[in-house]
């Protein structure tokens, strides 16, 4: 056989080995779109736990204003909301999630840490908010119910001291 001719069935050979080890290689620009894909899932976890801890700052924030005024009724209210992280709406949109099958915090979740859907709050804050908001609605004087106030500030500043964290 002449050279030319050996080299081009060494060059087709070659060629024809190498094909299925291309044809088993993802094609990058799937790889990249998945990667893609990756970033946007992400940045909705942090979005979620940012959303969560702006419903947080909302009660919080109206639960100190209540307090403020004296309107201790209306600010116990909003310290519960803040420990159920949200009202019955809220709520609603955590079981639609659940049932989609999205547990924010699985691993938390299972480990009896947090409750099913709840993303910031954990069991053991959330009984610390629901009793400094019961000591408040149950308070006959001030001192009772700077008490209970700071008792539910020790509890709920540290939680949205997270969100300042996460911004900066």
Do not use: C
């Amino acid at each position: 056989m002449p050279r030319k001719t050996l080299v081009l069935l060494a060059v087709l050979l070659l060629a024809v080995a190498a094909w299925p080890a291309q044809a088993q290689e993802t094609p990058p620009s799937l790889v990249a779109s998945y990667g893609d894909l990756a970033d946007v899932i992400l940045a909705v976890r942090s979005m979620e736990a940012n959303l969560v801890r702006a419903v947080l700052a909302g009660h919080y924030h109206g639960a100190q204003a209540y307090f403020a005024n004296g309107d201790y009724a209306a600010a116990a209210a909003e310290m519960a909301l803040f420990a159920n992280e949200g009202d019955n709406a809220v709520g609603g949109v955590r079981k639609q999630l659940l049932e989609g099958g999205h547990h924010y915090n699985a691993e938390g979740e299972d480990q009896g840490v947090y409750e099913p859907g709840y993303v910031v709050v954990t069991r053991e804050a959330k009984k610390a908010a629901l009793e400094a908001s019961a000591a408040l609605r149950q308070a006959t004087d001030d001192a009772e119910r700077q008490a209970a106030w700071d008792a539910f500030a020790a509890v709920a500043s540290p939680l949205l001291d997270m969100k300042m964290k996460m911004m900066h």
